[in-house]
């Protein structure tokens, strides 16, 4: 049977606080909390931590996109139906965002796999209850969950027994996915497997900053702006939504929670809280009015679950700002 192919800048840093604890924002894709300590062993208080990251133009994808995934490392492998590629077309291959999978997958043996339109119904993930609502979701771990279908074999199901997932930092896949017409597919092996270089945001309908399934998510509607604080935590929804924090948890936001330093400040440790999505870098400057901040050196620094620790050495200085920069490892 021959199968026809389907033709388808930175922002101003702005900081609040008492004594000499800061939090603040540097530019459109990450955000940062702010420490500076002097040469004295007495602990910061961190009693007040706000911070100022409210432009965030060109941060939110279009509703449709090309796929995101990469041009070398783009195959699936089934042994029953062997190669899927999930780059089948530049503008209708796979795209992941950070809720959902849409667009389409072939295998010149079963034809065109389809892994959902990219609207599901509740505005947020796919509920696979229907023909018009179905396809994989991606959840807060990377997890791929639902449902794709084929015309020629019918359903293939995400599920926990087969741990299909993207890994929040590097865009690799794992795990595998089950056809009960087909078997296993595997998405990861020996000889190839699927990576997408992004996890974009989503539309943003209304203009506010925040992707509109992300405002759906937590907040249950459009109605809430970017420079709302729906939690009173200090940090605005925009901070929350470029951190990857829950804006209706107070308890949870880009914030540095404890830091530990020399007399002279040599030797220095710093914690704060971390999300799973979300890559982070030490800065640090002498100067609080310069634009320019350095690398500390220790490069990017992944997450070590709900808080991250990194301690370090540096030469003598008698006045030194550190910055914590959240990054999201797989923005567009």
Partial sequence: MKIRPSPLGNVPVQAFGTDRALYSAANTRTLDAVLLFMNRPAPIPLRTLAATCLSLLGFLAPASAATTINVTNHLAYGANIGWIDWRSHAATGATLTDFICSGYLYSANVGWLHLGNGTPANGIQYQNNSATDFGVNVDSSGNLRGSAYGANIGWIQFEASGAPRVDLCTGRFSGACYSANCGWISLSNTVAHVQ?????????????????????????????????????????????????????????????????????????????????????????????????????????????????????????????????????????
Avoid: C
């Fill in 196 to 332: 997408t270089d992004a996890l974009l945001p989503g539309p943003d309908t209304d203009g506010d900053g925040l992707a509109d399934a992300w405002e759906l998510q937590h907040f249950g509607s459009l109605a809430q702006e970017g420079a709302g604080d729906a939690d009173g935590d200090g940090a605005s929804n925009a901070q929350e939504h470029l951190a990857g924090t829950d804006p209706t948890d107070a308890t949870r936001r880009l914030v540095i929670t404890n830091y530990a330093a020399t007399t002279d400040g040599t030797n220095t440790s710093v914690s704060w809280q971390s999300v799973p999505s979300r890559h982070y870098f030490i800065e640090q400057t002498l100067d609080l009015n310069s634009p320019f901040w350095t690398d500390l050196g220790i490069g990017q620094i992944p997450p070590a679950g709900s808080v991250t620790t990194r301690t370090f050495t540096d030469t003598n200085a008698p006045m030194r700002f550190l910055r914590v920069r959240a990054v999201k490892p797989l923005a567009p």
